[in-house]
């Protein structure tokens, strides 16, 4: 089994910035991917953007060049920095890891709001 705890979410103004942490503990795979979903009101949930334990990176289009994934792997922590947020990243942000299996953290919310 693998827990997964994230921290970081809240309001913020549009243009503004958060920084989203997330801790995994447990039984984990070496070479794992670690990334970040997203589900808004309303909607299905979505990729965000995800990272291999060897640094590759995979990002929506929609966040390119506004966010970004990062991890350590000596801590099995993956970060997602963002700057630029706008009221479209209004969102429920979960934390995931594909280690063995497909685990899920409880999700943090992200309102981008004036």
């Known amino acids: 089994q693998v827990q997964l705890m994230e921290s970081g979410g809240g309001l913020v103004q549009p243009g503004g910035s958060l920084r989203l942490s997330c801790a995994a503990s447990g039984n984990i795979f070496r070479f794992n991917t670690m990334g970040w979903y997203r589900q808004p009101p309303g909607k299905q949930r979505e990729l965000v953007a995800s990272?291999?334990?060897?640094?590759?990176?995979n990002y929506a289009d929609s966040v390119k060049g506004r966010f970004a994934i990062g991890r350590d792997n000596a801590k099995n922590t993956v970060y997602l920095q963002m700057n630029s947020l706008k009221p479209e990243d209004t969102a429920n942000y979960y934390c995931?890891?594909?280690?063995?299996?497909?685990?899920w953290g409880q999700g943090t919310q992200v309102t981008v709001s004036s």
């Open positions: 995931n890891i594909k280690s063995g299996g497909d685990y």
């Open positions: 990272i291999t334990f060897s640094g590759y990176t």
